[in-house]
Structure formats: C-alpha cells, structure tokens
C-alpha cells in the first residue's frame, strides 16, 4: 500500500472508487487486522503493504510469536491506518472449543496459565484472537489459494473463532501464483465464496497475493473494507483511502516519465558514421544497383554498437529507478536490451553519385514508379516525379535539392520508429512487472511475463499508433528530448491506465482517471 511516511495533502491525479464521497468526519484510527491459518504468509503481505521489512519471513509453523501493529498511511487531518499481524492458528478446531468455554471464568483462567508454559504457539493464538477482537475495526483474513477449499480441514473451525471475534471479514485469498487472467482469478474467488458461505460477518472475498499481487487491487481492497465499516468510520477511511490513492497515482505518474526518459534520450540520439571515401561511394553504388555482395560496414557496426550501449544503459538506469520507486530493493540484470539491428535505420544525405547511375541506368520509363535513391528509407514515390523521366542529371538536380531542404551533409545512424515503438511496449511490460512485485517477495529479479500480458499490451500499443507516430515526428528537424519525452509520457499514461483496466476490470473506477485531471 504504503510506507508509514505521512500522506501529501495533494495528488497528481484525482482518484475513482466509492469513497471520493464521503470526506467529513473527526479524525480517527482505522486498524485493519491480518489472521491466518499458521504458514499462510501473512508477514509476507504486510512486508508488501506496509513497503518496508516488518517482522521475520521464514517457511515454518509460529514464526510471529506477538501481534504487532504497523502504521500504514496518514493524513494531514490527522487520521491514520495501521496494519496488525498476528501470530496464525495452529490446532484451530482445539482454538475455537476453548473460546466456547469462555463462560467459565475459572475454567478460562486455569488454562491460559496452563497453556502459557505448556503449549506456548496455543497461548500465543489465543492472544492475538483477543487482539483482534479488541482493536480490529476489519479483519483480513487470508486464506492459502493454492489448496482447494475442501482440502482446508481447518477452514469451518476458524470461521468459527472469526464469529467469536465478532468484527466485520473480508476474506483475502493469498499464494494464488503469478498473475493471471481476470476469469482464472475470478473463478478463484467464486470457489471461496461458495466454501465460506453466507455468513453475515464475510463481507467481501477478493484476490490480493503478497508476492504477484498490483496496486490497483489495493485500492478493490479499500471499497471492499469500506463496505465493511460501520457509517461513523467511514468520513476517516474516505479521506485515508483518497490520500492513499493520490500516492499511488503520484507514483504511477512517476513511474510513466521514467519509463519515457530513455526512450525519449534514444528517439534523438545519433552516432555520426564516418565518410567511406570513393571506395565506398563505388561500392554503395555497387549494393544499390544490386552488382554487388554487401559483406557489412565496418564503421556502420561500430556505430550500431555505441547506440545500442548508450540505450542499454539508459534502460538499466531507468529499471533500476523504476523498483525504487516502488519501495523495492534489487538492480536491472541480464541484457536490458536485446540486440535488434533492424532498429537502426541510416539518416544520410541522397548520394549524388549513385543518383546520377540510378538516372542513367533506367533512363526511360519512370512512370508510375518508385525510385529508392536514399541510403535507408527517402524514398521518391510516383507523385513527386509527376510521370517525368528521370534522366542522370535530373537524379543529381533533385538529390541535391532534397540534401539542401533537409540540411544533410554526412550519415548517421539513428533508432527508426518501429523500433522506438517497440521499446514502448517493453517499457510497459517492464512496468508490469515491476508494479506487480511485491516487497514480501525480496529483491527484485527479473522473469518471464505472464503469457497474457505481452499480446495486451501490443494491442494497446498498437491502438496509439497515430500518437506514437505524432510523438517521433518531433525528431524532425531538430530533436527536443524534452518535449519528446513530455508527449511521450502522456501516450504511455494513457496505454498504462488502459492497460490496468484491462487487466483488473473489477477495479476499473481505479484506474479510469485521465491525464485532463492532473
């Protein structure tokens, strides 16, 4: 969610959900209490929720041995939201018979002496269930997802200690894997409603994984804990959850000009090649006539080579911001940036030379045709000729006169727009993967995406194509990195934002807000 720093009075982007409404109220605590079966990760999700390494994550029974709470967020109005783990159940069925008995004081007594020095992790249970009955306003009680509800044999008894506590339940299915399809999640949660039933202290079943889980599931987990408050908590958790969510977009706003930055830096750059001299000239004439085998250019390879170093590193400076901003800790590893030599694309002056061949050779019957007289991509389409034949001295006249418009005097390489658009794509897959990492988890280590996620995001990418197209026309003729990195960050905000709420339609009132309400 976030780290315990107080909250920013404003937002970068004004918030959806349910609770943008009800903004009155005193100032007021809202404690939120975290209980498991023992084992069920309820640690790692704190870690992941409150930002930070709280309490000891180790894969054994009763690690948590007190209940400890952990503020999660504040408000300049003075309210706050704190986070409790509990140490988890163990023998639950033997759990939920000894709260029965709580009728009989003495009979009470005599065994939480005998339980504390004789059975220290049923003592220890006991305890945080008192905890939460006392502090809760909500419980979060997490559930392990990976196992069928059938096979959880401790399920009836712990719904049973919920009942004792008494305080509104928001089940929170955890250890569901790496993200998955909306349908696949949603079936999830539907088999866990049908296994808890209608009790009227379940309010809500939701899907929040400390390892895989996204942000924009926090704020689903806001309305579900709001339905769960009684009216007078509510003004509190409205003006929390706001505070909450303006961060968030605040961060995700952050997250986008990061992401834009170098791709922007790559959009401008360039590596002067240097010029090859008549030998060249005669053999670029040779390539372009198709007389001769083009074996690669030395100096075109080395300066390919510098591009691609300069946006690696970018890449990894930009990925290595892009986890801390996300309260992660780990570095960008393995080769950021693959080697795609059909990136590069050749800005050169027309050769005046090998347009006078290409006249003299085909001098008669240019009608209607294409002659390719650049090095790479200036291409003389049928409409400029106007159904002229171009003879050798015309070739010259007209590369000349284009070199002159275009203020070309030497080649260069630069990343062509397809490519540029591609690194888009990566960058938001790359955000994906990022906003998905939960802190529980430990350092960020880069893995394969989810199958579903790189066909999505090349079919959003690919609806801003005009956008994108508008955003690398700014390349011409002089490159502003700024303003291309500025019109850049607005495409990938809009594709980011569309991307979530294709991604968790349940939360789409999250992610809907545009850029016109920054």
Same mark, same amino acid.
């Given at each position: ?385 106007? !159904? $002229? =034949? @171009?003879?050798?001295? %015309?070739?010259?006249?007209? &590369? +000349?006169?284009?070199?002159? #418009?275009?203020?070309? *005097? ?78 850049? !960050? $607005? =495409? @990938?905000?809009?594709? %980011?934002?569309?991307?979530? &709420? +294709?991604?968790?339609?349940? #939360?789409?009132?999250? *992610? ?7």
């Amino acid at each position: 969610m976030s780290d315990a720093r107080p909250m920013d009075p404003e937002g970068a982007v004004a918030p959806g959900g349910k609770l943008a409404q009800q903004a009155s109220g005193g100032a007021s605590t809202i404690a939120l209490s975290l209980i498991s079966h023992t084992n069920a990760g309820k640690t790692t999700l704190a870690r992941t929720l409150v930002g930070r390494d709280v309490g000891e994550v180790r894969d054994a029974q009763h690690v948590t041995q007190e209940a400890a709470a952990y503020p999660l967020l504040e408000t300049p109005a003075g309210d706050a939201l704190v986070l409790w783990d509990t140490p988890g159940f163990g023998d639950s069925a033997r759990l939920a018979r000894r709260l029965a008995q709580q009728g009989n004081p003495i009979g009470w007594f005599l065994s939480q002496v005998w339980d504390r020095f004789r059975d220290p992790p049923f003592h220890l249970a006991q305890r945080a269930v008192r905890n939460v009955r006392d502090s809760a306003d909500v419980v979060l009680y997490l559930v392990n997802a990976s196992e069928a509800p059938d096979d959880a044999g401790y399920l009836t008894a712990e719904l049973d200690v919920l009942a004792w506590i008494g305080k509104p339940v928001v089940v929170v299915l955890n250890q569901t894997g790496r993200p998955r399809p909306h349908d696949e999640e949603a079936a999830d949660v539907t088999r866990w409603q049908r296994a808890v039933g209608t009790r009227p202290l379940i309010h809500a079943v939701t899907t929040l994984d400390a390892f895989a889980r996204c942000w924009v599931q926090e704020i689903a987990l806001f309305d579900l804990v709001a339905g769960a408050l009684p009216p007078p908590r509510l003004p509190a958790f409205a003006r929390l959850a706001t505070a909450w969510q303006r961060r968030r977009w605040a961060q995700f706003e952050e997250a986008m000009a990061l992401l834009a930055a170098p791709i922007a830096a790559a959009a401008c750059d360039r590596e002067v090649v240097p010029d090859a001299g008549v030998g060249g000239t005669l053999r670029e004439i040779g390539r372009g006539l198709g007389i001769a085998a083009d074996a690669g250019d030395g100096a075109k390879a080395q300066a390919s080579q510098a591009l691609a170093a300069r946006l690696d590193q970018r890449l990894r400076e930009s990925t290595d911001a892009l986890i801390a901003l996300h309260g992660l800790s780990g570095q960008a590893s393995g080769e950021v940036l693959a080697r795609l030599a059909s990136g590069v694309a050749v800005d050169a002056p027309v050769d005046e030379r090998k347009a006078a061949m290409v006249g003299g050779v085909v001098s008669g019957a240019l009608t209607g045709l294409a002659a390719d007289l650049a090095a790479g991509g200036l291409t003389f389409g049928a409409g400029m000729l106007a !159904g $002229a =034949v @171009l003879g050798a001295l %015309g070739g010259v006249g007209i &590369a +000349r006169g284009m070199n002159l #418009a275009r203020g070309r *005097t030497g080649t260069s390489l630069r990343w062509d727009d397809a490519f540029l658009s591609g690194l888009v794509a990566s960058a938001l897959l790359r955000y994906l993967a990022v906003a998905h990492y939960g802190r529980g988890r430990g350092d960020f280590v880069e893995t394969e995406y989810p199958p579903f996620w790189a066909p999505l995001v090349a079919a959003i990418v690919a609806g801003k194509r005009d956008a994108l197209a508008a955003v690398w026309s700014r390349r011409e003729p002089a490159c502003d990195e700024h303003a291309v990195a500025t019109a850049l !960050g $607005a =495409v @990938l905000a809009d594709a %980011g934002r569309e991307t979530l &709420a +294709r991604l968790y339609p349940a #939360a789409a009132s999250a *992610t809907a807000p545009s850029r016109a309400t920054a």
